[in-house]
């Protein structure tokens, strides 16, 4: 092959190279140039001679040639050196991670041919490329790593080229990632440390007692109960709010090998030390007593039968229920707020069989009436109160006076006929019912140390005498101010559920013998019959004081 052959595949080869090069780029391969035409000597390109062995002269390139290759978007720096026959350029690291196009090497100059001069777009009469501008592409979601150093990706590549996934170091989180964490444990820590105080201030009063309910609680220490279990039982029972700190503290003071079994009247506000004093010694064990309260009794007479037994005193009750510490039911609620209301809680003791401890708090005592009379009054009572227009306090206002005057049910619900009679006619506006003065004269008046014996002194004003008059019937129109004992069942049955009859008087003589009428007259009649037997009761039957 002479010289001429080799130039002429050489020249080939780097063009096909370098149209390989831009497709792999994403950009169109340059045209082939065709040699030029042959002389009219031959059709063959005429050669420069030069002596052997001295060397050759490399012919410069024309102008436009240089501004053609440059108008197809070859960098200069690939026009710098030729590839060596029968060579492929060697790969040279280009500039922001694109590989730059194949640039064959200068030959030596004993074996390098002459460069033919190419024709310009002028001569061939072809459009040159269009220019193209050079851009740099980068994915920054790819290979923008915002915190760590980049490894080398090696390779003899100077580091240039972006490295593969294995060498890039682990991603640190984004700048909303770090915030997101870190706001997640500074809200971790903050719940931390309320549940914390919450816990410490909550033990610190249940170990103290400060600020716990007054409330009674019966407590059975069983023998062989370990300080967890017994922990356990106290937390069932209201008496400690925090078993697992009693525990730890009972723990540190002694065994329970020193408790003593038992019944214990406990209070929940009772300190850990007062709890485990009462359990070592043996003291306050509960001395049970059962006390049973008859249908009619005043708040007075429950009062003293239990100060009589030994559960509670007398006035420390009355004390308790005047007080601002009571229970929520709804129907103390409807309990009206009249100054001329001696007993608040009069005719809510439910009158039944109950079984105390000794030296109950008054708040113990009057918690198992008020439970009771809560069951008794059930939904079924409040709707058929409601649908007669009387609310609780007035159903029970009522029933006290039925059963004040009537011990028998059968004849409770003829007496209750009476004052319903009464209540619907305006012209009989008032009850007239003899119990009503009685109570203020027997159950008011000897708990009033103001209060006026109009017997020795008849003409001095009592201060009372208002409330005197709210619970006197013969005074008062319709219902007095409030009950007048405590009810039993079947005299609220009876306020609900009264017989129609046309009655509006009643006397009962000392026998239990009733008496009914319509008139004026037949009552009056009815009270000169009952009178001849003795003491009378009922509706417009005696004189009295108050």
């Known amino acids: 092959m002479n010289h001429q052959d080799e130039f002429e595949s050489l020249i080939k080869n780097f063009q ?34 030069r002596p052997e062995g001295s060397r050759a002269a490399v012919p410069q390139r024309p102008m436009a040639s240089q501004q053609a290759r440059r108008a197809s978007g070859v960098p200069q720096a690939r026009q710098m050196a030729q590839p060596q026959a029968g060579q492929r350029p060697p790969v040279q690291s280009g500039a922001v991670g694109r590989s730059a196009a194949m640039v064959p090497q200068r030959t030596p100059a004993a074996s390098q041919p002459a460069r033919v001069p190419v024709p310009t777009a002028q001569q061939t009469g072809r459009r040159p490329p269009e220019r193209r501008s050079f851009q ?35 991603d640190e989180p984004s700048g909303f990632s770090r915030w997101a964490k870190a706001l997640i444990a500074l809200a971790v820590v903050l719940a931390s440390s309320i ?28 023998e062989g109960l370990s300080m967890g279990q017994i922990a356990d039982q106290l ?39 007062q709890i485990l004093t009462k359990f070592r010694t043996g003291s306050y064990i509960q001395i049970e007593t059962k006390v049973t309260f008859y249908e009619g009794m005043t708040l007075s007479e429950i009062a003293n039968l ?18 601002d510490d009571l229970p929520g039911y709804d129907f103390i609620q409807e309990i009206p707020d009249d100054a001329n209301r001696f007993r608040k809680f009069e005719g809510y003791f439910f009158p039944d069989t109950y079984i105390f401890y000794e030296n109950m ?24 109160a409601q649908a007669q227009g009387m609310t609780i306090d007035q159903l029970i206002t009522l029933a006290s006076i039925i059963q004040k005057e009537a011990g028998d049910p059968e004849e409770m619900t003829k007496v209750s006929s009476v004052f319903h009679n009464r209540l619907n006619n305006p012209q009989m506006p008032r009850l007239q019912s003899d119990v009503t003065r009685d109570y203020v004269n027997n159950y008011i008046k000897p708990f009033l140390p103001d209060a006026v014996d109009k017997e020795r002194n008849p003409d001095l004003q009592d201060p009372n005498q208002e409330m005197y008059d709210a619970y006197n019937t013969y005074v008062c129109t319709g219902l007095p101010v409030g009950p007048v004992c405590n009810p039993g069942m079947d005299a609220i049955e009876a306020a609900l559920h009264p017989d129609q009859t046309n009655y509006y008087y009643f006397v009962t003589d000392e026998a239990g013998q009733y008496y009914y009428a319509t008139s004026q007259a037949e009552h009056d009649q009815n ?11 009922g509706t417009d039957a005696t004189d009295g004081e108050a």
């Open 235 to 273: 937390k069932k029972a209201g008496v400690v709010s925090q078993p697992l700190t009693f525990q730890l503290y009972a723990s540190l003071k002694n065994d329970t090998e020193d408790f003593v079994p038992g019944n214990y009247a406990l209070n929940s506000n009772l300190s850990y030390d």
């Open 136 to 170: 740099v592409r980068i994915d920054e979601q790819e290979y923008y790593k915002p915190a760590g150093p980049i490894k080398s990706a090696g390779g003899g590549n100077g580091g240039d080229d972006p490295p593969d996934d294995e060498d890039w170091e682990e």
């Open 16 to 49: 096909l190279d370098d149209s390989q090069g831009r497709a792999s780029r994403g950009q169109a391969p340059q045209p082939q140039r065709r040699p030029p035409a042959a002389s009219a000597s031959g059709g063959q390109r005429q050669q420069t001679a």
């Open 527 to 537: 009270v000169l019959v009952a009178s001849g037997k003795g003491k009378v009761h």
């Open 306 to 323: 239990l100060e009589e037994k030994n559960v509670c005193s007398a006035q420390d009750l009355y004390d308790y229920l005047e007080g």
């Open 361 to 384: 708090s008054p708040k113990g005592v009057a918690k198992k009436f008020l439970d009771n009379f809560a069951i008794k009054m059930s939904d079924e009572i409040v709707a058929e």
């Open 195 to 222: 549940f914390l105080s919450i816990f410490a201030i909550e033990s610190a009063g249940d170990l103290f007692g400060l600020n716990q309910e007054d409330n009674e609680v019966e407590f059975t220490l069983t």
